[in-house]
């Protein structure tokens, strides 16, 4: 799974690497080892990576790649004991909202000062993918190995027997005023214990059958598969650069009235409400249970949407906002290579070949992800098709060039920490959303730091 959920890290890995308590083992007194450990979260892209490793070894006699795959909770807390304890692997599956903190804190290994890895461009992926693994040193610390965005997934039965085709949810459209076509959609999707649909007489918000529109939690500081379409197609940007910004934006009225209108969707019963959002009880459980209709997510959830038993889903755009344009988050994992890691040159070897065309278009071929490369995306959309899974609208917005980019800043922990618990009371308990001005405030005094 890609959970966008972040923990800050602990406080000791500072504290550790500033008295050299994390310095591992010398990358030199082991540069002749066999064994290269890689470490990745995602179980479902598993098979993909030991099929790379297969060919690596084939290419490298002698080298043997160690995959271990970790729960996404898990993953982030072992590997920050693992910085702490000097038992870290040599490469490992990064996250853009980790990577900033990790290379200020020193424990990765410039890619660009690797004779292998020094060969990687931006030019070989696609667009915008790799510029975000470009430190504020101006060093890159990852390689990218896929990318997603976000589209609708929807019940198509569900849809069919509210009178909207698949044409019409592609077509739809929002405003924080009235909600548009898009808030029209989701109010007929919705249907009460009785039967009666959310914009017909009698329809009661408090026992509701159906949600129009599925919960996946108050979206933290990002909002990737929540409010970030709507909040970016309404003219608003995370903070004042594209990348390393030093102004978060959460008190701004486009933000703020957006952020309204959404979990207005909760009040009105429209939105499932957050109570009814957990781990186990994710968005696709939500649709494959039938209890809601429609689903905003991420594109590395097709398998899991495609794969309910007994609903047939499509998938749709985002809704065009006030801009008079759609927008979706454009996000990507890079493979890092650890500072110390006892392995150093067989890290960069194997680095090299995660970036390579070979290595992204086996990748694509096991139709779970979208590669970084465009030989690995259009292998990805083919395996995609003889699945019988149009991917239309998670594609399309990159090339349309409708897609902004994950939020990058330093302490990116402590904006997790401050907005979490802001989003969440705006959610569940119903707090103003100008309550965020202070958040916000709080969070620009860090980065002013």
Not at 16 to 43: I, N
Not at 139 to 156: C, S
């Amino acid at each position: 799974m890609r959970i966008r959920r972040s923990a800050p890290l602990l406080g000791a890995l500072a504290l550790s690497l500033t008295a050299g308590c994390a310095s591992g083992t010398s990358s030199d007194s082991a540069s002749s080892s066999r064994e290269v450990s890689y470490w990745l979260w995602d179980s479902n892209q598993l098979p993909a990576y030991q099929a790379c490793a297969k060919s690596f070894e084939k290419l490298n006699p002698g080298l043997d790649v160690k995959i271990t795959q970790l729960g996404w909770d898990d993953y982030w807390t072992k590997l920050t004991a693992s910085f702490i304890a000097g038992t870290e692997p040599d490469v490992f599956t990064d996250h853009i909202q980790k990577f900033g903190q990790f290379a200020d804190l020193k424990v990765l290994a410039p890619l660009d000062e690797l004779p292998l890895t020094s060969k990687i461009k931006d030019s070989d992926y696609q667009p915008g993918l790799g510029a975000s693994w470009t430190g504020q040193d101006g060093h890159r610390y990852g390689a990218p190995k896929d990318w997603d965005t976000v589209a609708l997934f929807y019940n198509k039965k569900m849809a069919a027997s509210a009178g909207l085709s698949a044409e019409s949810l592609n077509t739809l459209d929002w405003n924080p005023t009235d909600g548009g076509t898009f808030e029209k959609a989701i109010a007929h999707l919705t249907v009460d214990a009785k039967g009666v649909r959310g914009d017909e007489p009698g329809f009661d918000k408090n026992h509701v059958k159906v949600y129009g529109l599925a919960t996946n939690d108050a979206g933290d500081g990002d909002g990737q598969t929540q409010w970030s379409s709507f909040t970016a197609s309404a003219g608003w940007t995370y903070t004042d650069k594209k990348a390393w910004g030093t102004h978060y934006n959460y008190d701004q009225e486009a933000f703020q009235s957006t952020i309204s209108w959404y979990f207005g969707l909760a009040k009105k019963g429209f939105l499932a409400p957050h109570k009814d959002w957990s781990q186990s009880n994710g968005t696709d459980v939500q649709v494959g249970t039938g209890k809601a209709a429609v689903a905003m997510h991420g594109s590395w959830m097709i398998k899991n949407f495609y794969g309910l038993k007994g609903i047939d889903v499509g998938t749709a755009l985002t809704p065009v906002g006030p801009t008079g344009k759609r927008a979706t988050m454009l996000n990507g994992l890079a493979d890092s290579i650890t500072k110390n890691a006892p392995n150093k040159k067989g890290a960069e070897k194997w680095v090299a070949h995660l970036a390579s065309n070979a290595c992204q278009k086996t990748v694509g071929g096991h139709g779970i992800v979208f590669p970084a490369t465009k030989d690995g995306t259009a292998a990805a959309v083919a395996s995609f098709k003889k699945q019988g899974i149009d991917v239309t609208a998670f594609t399309k917005p990159v090339t349309d060039k409708t897609t902004f980019p994950f939020p990058i800043t330093n302490y990116a922990a402590d904006v997790y920490a401050l907005m979490r618990p802001a989003m969440q009371d705006i959610y569940a308990n119903g707090a103003p959303v100008s309550g965020l001005d202070r958040t916000n405030s709080q969070i620009n005094l860090l980065l002013s730091q």
